[in-house]
T-cell receptor, first 114, second 113 residues
Framework: GAGVSQTPSNKVTEKGKYVELRCDPI?????LYWYRQSLGQGPEFLIY????????DSGLPNDRFFAVRPEGSVSTLKIQRTERGDSAVYLC????????????FGQGTRLTVV | KQEVTQIPAALSVPEGENLVLNCSFT??????LQWFRQDPGKGLTSLLL?????REQTSGRLNASLDKSSGRSTLYIAASQPGDSATYLC????????????FGEGTQLTVNP
């Protein structure tokens, strides 16, 4: 596609439920990133992939969060046993290469845990 | 730990005014710095990327400068328009961070007709 696509755009879930957020990067981009943005804050890094492997997952807040990118393109961020504090906008970005290249962001998924 | 600070947090100007947004960062070992625009409820749109070896980049009415040694960048917007109203975020790509971006908290700009 022309840009980074994220689905769903909005997700409301009950506390304790499992959710999956999907990201389709720009075709040909090898690097993919997940960020989380709370209201009034800048995005905070969660995890990034170079190809299929998670090159750095040090930003994941705890083991309830997990992400995969099995074929080196689409990525899914998975959150288990959701908590109200997980409510935020989850942003995905991709870039052509691993280092020192421009990042392009999707529109984000707004997750609300009630 | 890299810290990125943006000043002011909010800015309101009349249409047509030239304005400057500021970004400072504590660790000067960066690959690049990017300026983004974020409209309410939307994702981030990349405006300008400045490599660490560059001093400035221009796109239309936007000009971004980088002083790596002092840890500062400015985004200059000429002849502001109501359509420029948005939150502007700067982000640095640290040499030691393996391509993750560290963001400031943004400047919320309102341009009044």
């Amino acid at each position: 596609g022309a840009g980074v696509s994220q689905t769903p755009s909005n997700k409301v879930t009950e506390k304790g439920k499992y959710v999956e957020l999907r990201c389709d990067p720009i075709s040909g981009h090898t690097a993919l990133y997940w960020y989380r943005q709370s209201l009034g804050q800048g995005p905070e890094f969660l995890i990034y992939f170079q190809g299929t492997g998670a090159a750095d997952d040090s930003g994941l807040p705890n083991d309830r969060f997990f992400a995969v990118r099995p074929e080196g393109s689409v990525s899914t961020l998975k959150i288990q046993r959701t908590e109200r504090g997980d409510s935020a906008v989850y942003l995905c970005a991709s870039s052509l290469e691993y280092l020192n290249t421009e990042a392009f962001f999707g529109q984000g998924t707004r997750l609300t845990v009630v | 730990k890299q810290e990125v600070t943006q000043i002011p947090a909010a800015l309101s100007v009349p249409e047509g005014e030239n304005l400057v947004l500021n970004c400072s960062f504590t660790d000067s070992a960066i690959y690049n710095l990017q300026w983004f625009r974020q409209d309410p409820g939307k994702g981030l749109t990349s405006l300008l990327l400045i490599q660490s070896s560059q001093r400035e980049q221009t796109s239309g009415r936007l000009n971004a400068s980088l002083d790596k040694s002092s840890g500062r960048s400015t985004l200059y917007i000429a002849a502001s328009q109501p359509g420029d109203s948005a939150t502007y975020l700067c982000a640095v790509d640290l040499e030691t961070s393996g391509s993750r971006l560290t963001f400031g908290e943004g400047t919320q700009l309102t341009v009044n007709p």
